[in-house]
């Protein structure tokens, strides 16, 4: 019988090593002046150096070169004083050159590790990883295959290329072998590339977004029988495109590997390709033919030897880590956990905060981005943050506080902004939305809603405050919730004796 | 004893795309083989005192600022392709890994 995850588990441990790499969001390629913008027509951001032509030479980024060390310090990493570049040699027309300018064995960073939080079932655990190294190198072209059924490689008759990709800056995150995650393989595989990705983002280095490929993760994993001592051979999935296939593609291979060695069947060590419909994996060049990259240093480029004092720079100059200020954002605004995972998963923490920061209140700016703008954002199918800009939402939070706008005039307003009829002002001017504290105005309303309903006005009169309830609702009603509630009720019942 | 087997020349040749009969494989096989024997005589010169170096001047931070110049036309960089397509550059079917 086939075994489950469970059944894996019991007898087998996982050991899991991920390789990141991330596009830097530099104007322009790490050995080029070529921009750099994604969705470019083919072929528009091509240069000699960047097609290989005969006779060109590169010359380094240096705000690549910066934000690598940026980069590795983030991860805790020692920076070389001194590396190279090497090239990789290769035939595989997605680089012109015939080889990728890369680091081998001088990268810049070196050493690190990175802590990642996990939910266990005896609560929350930090699992660290250790990180082997940072290096930089140029990301390859992009083919597109052409003939055969699948559009896939394998078939086609010919491939096209397009080159504006090839060049671009790329850092690659390796960490050293993780043992001991246990059941919770995947999930720290996850959370890891979770915590890399925010890291990133908040050095501002890269656009991190896994669905352009601006962050691709490899995920190897092999098991070993419980007790042997060894290490299992490992598989290497690429193709795996968002967080949660970083989890499914751990968790798949861990159970189509238990099967196979549950049969006395051996593992290959190959390459994979993650299948984002099934989950599963399918095979793809197997390592044990892998080519023979012959590295050697790039004669065309000198050695990078940043300064010390530089380097100090830099590292005086990081950011607050997302996982610290995740905490105290949490505490600060006290959130409840689950709205915080809520904020944090929606990706809106960088927008409340900005919203907060304009002078609104926590918890109203929360609530405002998760739920109204949000819901909407859904069901348009966009970015929340699309739709209104957090000055707008913070001015609409302070037309509440100061009473200028009630909750549901608040609402109509957002409307109309998400609506285009331009500014939280404007909505109000054009719709009217004005709150109505004119008391002689309200009391018609209220003399219209006892006359329509004598019986409840009567039991108020007679000491049923909340059966007042009815009569304030249809107050709001009348003015079309341009009533400050509290003062309806409170005029209604000074009126019936109260 | 010889720098360079028979058996890696050819590995190296498959490697670098370039094909070879079993004669220019016995030849090259020798002739690679006294040039890695010259080779090991720098090398003893070279004693743990002389830094391997990669490029002839002693240069280090070599870079350029982070400013877009223009690229070429897409025309002029598909104007060396022996063939191209939807202004991609056209290549024989590849086998090996998609990407």
Redesign the interface.
């Known amino acids: 019988m086939a075994l489950n995850y469970d059944g894996v588990i019991e007898k087998y441990e996982p050991t899991l090593g991920l390789e990141v790499h991330v596009e830097l969001n530099?104007?322009?390629k790490m050995f080029?002046?070529?921009?750099t913008a994604f969705g470019a027509?083919?072929?528009?951001?091509?240069?000699?150096v960047c097609?290989g032509?005969p006779g060109s030479l590169p010359?380094?980024?240096?705000?690549?070169?910066e934000s690598a060390i940026r980069i590795g310090l983030a991860l805790n990493c020692s920076i070389a004083p001194?590396s190279?570049f090497a090239r990789k040699?290769y035939?595989?027309?997605?680089m012109?050159k015939d080889f990728q300018i890369s680091q081998y064995d001088e990268p810049i960073c070196v050493d690190g590790f990175l802590d990642v939080e996990i939910d266990t079932d005896e609560g929350v655990k930090t699992f660290r990883v250790d990180i082997e190294r940072v290096h930089m190198e140029e990301d390859?072209g992009?083919?597109?295959?052409v003939g055969g059924s699948t559009g896939?490689?394998?078939g086609?008759?010919?491939?096209?290329?397009?080159?504006n990709r090839a060049g671009i800056p790329l850092m690659e995150i390796v960490t050293k072998m993780i043992p001991g995650t246990e059941k919770y393989a995947p999930q720290v595989a996850r959370a890891y590339v979770t915590e890399l990705r925010d890291i990133l983002r908040s050095l501002g280095v890269s656009d991190v977004k896994m669905e352009q490929g601006s962050l691709r993760c490899d995920a190897n994993v092999s098991l070993s029988p419980r007790g042997s001592g060894k290490l299992g051979t490992r598989s290497e999935t690429k193709n795996v495109n968002s967080l949660r296939s970083v989890e499914r593609a751990i968790h798949g291979e861990m159970i189509r590997q238990g099967n196979l060695l549950e049969n006395g069947e051996r593992i290959i060590q190959e390459?994979r390709?993650f299948l984002e419909e099934s989950g599963e994996t399918r095979p793809?060049?197997s390592k044990e033919t892998a080519?023979?990259y012959?590295y050697f240093?790039?004669?065309d480029?000198?050695?990078?030897?940043?300064d010390a004092t530089w380097i100090e720079e830099i590292r005086a100059s990081l950011p607050e880590r997302p996982s610290v200020r995740r905490k105290r954002l949490q505490v600060d605004w006290a959130v409840p956990d689950k709205e915080m995972t809520a904020m944090i998963n929606a990706e809106l923490l960088d927008t409340v905060e900005a919203t907060v920061k304009l002078g609104a209140d926590p918890t109203k700016a929360r609530t405002w981005w998760l739920g109204e703008i949000s819901r909407v954002a859904n069901e348009k199918e966009v970015e929340a943050t699309s739709l209104m800009t957090p000055a707008q939402v913070a001015e609409i939070i302070l037309l509440v506080a100061s009473g200028e706008l009630t909750d549901k005039l608040a609402r109509a307003v957002v409307e109309g902004v998400i609506a285009g009829e331009g500014s939280p002002r404007d909505v109000i001017e054009k719709r009217g939305l004005k709150v109505v504290s004119d008391d002689s105005a309200l009391m018609a309303a209220i003399e219209a809603a006892i006359a329509t309903q004598p019986d409840t006005a009567q039991r108020v009169r007679d000491g049923n405050i909340p059966a007042a309830g009815a009569l304030i609702g249809a107050v709001m009603k009348a003015t079309g919730g341009a009533a400050d509630a509290a003062r309806v009720r409170e005029l209604l019942l000074q009126h019936l004796g109260q | 004893m010889a720098a360079i087997s028979r058996d890696e020349v050819a590995h190296l040749a498959r490697l670098a795309r370039i094909e070879m009969s079993s004669d220019e494989l016995d030849h090259l096989a020798s002739e690679l083989d006294q040039i890695l024997h010259a080779v090991d005589r720098v090398q003893e010169a070279a004693k743990d005192d002389v830094p391997p170096t990669s490029h002839p001047l002693p240069l280090k931070n070599v870079t350029r600022p982070d400013v877009v110049v223009p690229s070429l036309t897409p025309q002029d960089a598909l104007s060396g392709a022996p063939a191209s397509d939807e202004q991609r550059f056209k290549v024989p079917q590849i086998l090996g890994d998609a990407e």
């Not at chain 1, 080029?32 to 921009?35: E, S």
């Open positions: 530099t104007n322009t080029c002046g070529c921009a027509e083919p072929n528009t951001q091509t240069c000699p097609l032509l010359v380094v980024n240096e705000v690549a070169i001194f190279r040699n035939f595989y027309p997605d012109p390859t992009k083919s597109l295959h896939r490689i394998h086609a008759e010919y491939s096209l290329l397009d080159y390459t390709h793809g060049r080519e023979d012959r240093q790039e004669p480029l000198v050695p990078v030897a940043p």
